[in-house]
């Protein structure tokens, strides 16, 4: 199927669903077989029927597990055996994203987390709106971030970003990924991906919305979406996957 189609496959899987807020998203449906691929920020995911299987690139090693927390930038897959799952992506700063830290700081990777965790991260990822930042979090790094999520694609790059902290190039680098866990130019494919979904309903192409998330062509956004999730955008929507903007129905 070609990337930019968006009409259901000939035998559909079971909906689902892909909730956007500003900087964090949640996926609920079928696995879809996703390959190997590494996030931009941190993900909790649920077996919402069965345990799942994952794996890491770095010692190859499977653990079955309920839920798991994944740092950024962490290559891994996740064979859900048929079942569905749900995967939520924290936004770097946020209360939600915080308390993610806290539970990683358990050591192993990933960190197979306790009911109760698991439990209360959902419950904040799932809380619209959620606007409550980390207070210890670089002033700079914050403005940093709400800019990237407000436009992203615009074409400054980390000098321009770096330039309006007051701060040199590689000292603004070391600073982000030292205050979000992932580094600027992962969160600004991140922050252009939610701006793609967020544009998907409105434009109806991957083509249309890639131009106007600000990557060079649909393939680019296409290659960029499965190093980052494991699946192709055609694939999801192939799923029959239905794209729910909290931030425009707040505003509604």
Known sequence: MPDDALSPMC???PQARLTLWPGRARYSGPSLERDMHSGSVSCLAVGDEVAFTIETAADG??????S?????????????????MTFGYFEPGSATERACREALDAGEEP??????TEQDLVRRLCATPERAERPDIDP??????RRLLREPQLPDGALEYAAAAGLSRSRFLHLFRAETGTS????????????AGRALPDFGTLTAAAAEAGFASPSHLSST?????????????GAGCVIVDEARVGEG
């Not at 798991?68 to 569905?84: S, T």
């Open 11 to 13: 035998c559909p899987e």
């Open 61 to 66: 090693v499977r653990r079955t597990a309920r």
């Open 68 to 84: 798991a927390l994944i740092r950024p930038r962490v290559a891994h897959r996740i064979d859900a055996h048929g079942g569905r």
């Open 111 to 116: 960190v197979t987390v306790s009911v109760a």
């Open 140 to 145: 700079r790094i914050r403005a940093a971030v």
């Open 184 to 195: 600027f130019r992962r969160y600004r494919m991140w922050a252009r991906m939610l701006r």
């Open 225 to 237: 979406f499965h190093a980052t999730f494991g699946v192709r955008p055609s694939r999801l929507l």
